[in-house]
């Protein structure tokens, strides 16, 4: 990938972030990316693919990340701090209208790339906690189909707007459920 690809590419994410993708005009792109729109349009189609590629590139390099925290020899505790971390970064700066894009405009078909992408790290995820449970890491009592579920719950709740009203931004929402999933509701001792 060229300079000017990566340049649009983080254009397209911070204005995609910002204000969504069905605010943002591919000319607007091109401008604050200083391109043309000939170059613009030589790499991408519309911004239908543009938006894609973007998601595409931004959701490998969390996967990627994801990866690396779960086959990495730190402690248990240290995984699921970095496994949140992770997860603040991967939704900073999101905006309402970009989720809304995803999951509630299926003209722009984001919405199936996401649930793929999700569906991968939902196994990983039961994976590594399955094979934390076999290690005594986590209750043996508990079902790890649960978790699973409770995780794809999650996502619903991000898109409920009565919800939202309670926090600044979906990133405190999505804290929020990750502390009260591994942290439950009695205070920690």
Known sequence: MNKKQKDILNTAKELFWKHGVSRITMEEIS?????????????????????????????????????????????????LEQMFRL??????????????????????????????????????FKAFLEDSQKEGLIRQDLKISFVV????????????????????????LIMEMMRFMFYGLLPRK
Do not use: C, W
């Open 149 to 172: 579920h409770y995780m794809n719950e999650m996502i619903q709740m991000v898109n409920n707007e009565k919800l939202l009203e309670d926090y600044n931004n979906p990133q405190e």
């Open 87 to 124: 997860k603040m970064e991967g939704t900073t700066d999101i905006s309402r209208e970009f989720l809304s894009d995803i999951y509630q405009n299926p003209e722009l078909g984001l919405h199936t790339f996401v649930e793929e992408k999700a569906a991968e790290a939902t196994e990983l």
């Open 31 to 79: 401008s604050k990316a200083n391109v043309s729109k000939m170059t613009l349009y030589k790499y991408y189609s519309n911004k239908k693919e543009l938006a894609l590629s973007v998601l595409k590139s931004e959701m490998g390099k969390s996967m990627k990340k994801f990866r690396n925290i779960i086959n990495s020899d730190i402690p248990f505790e240290e995984k």
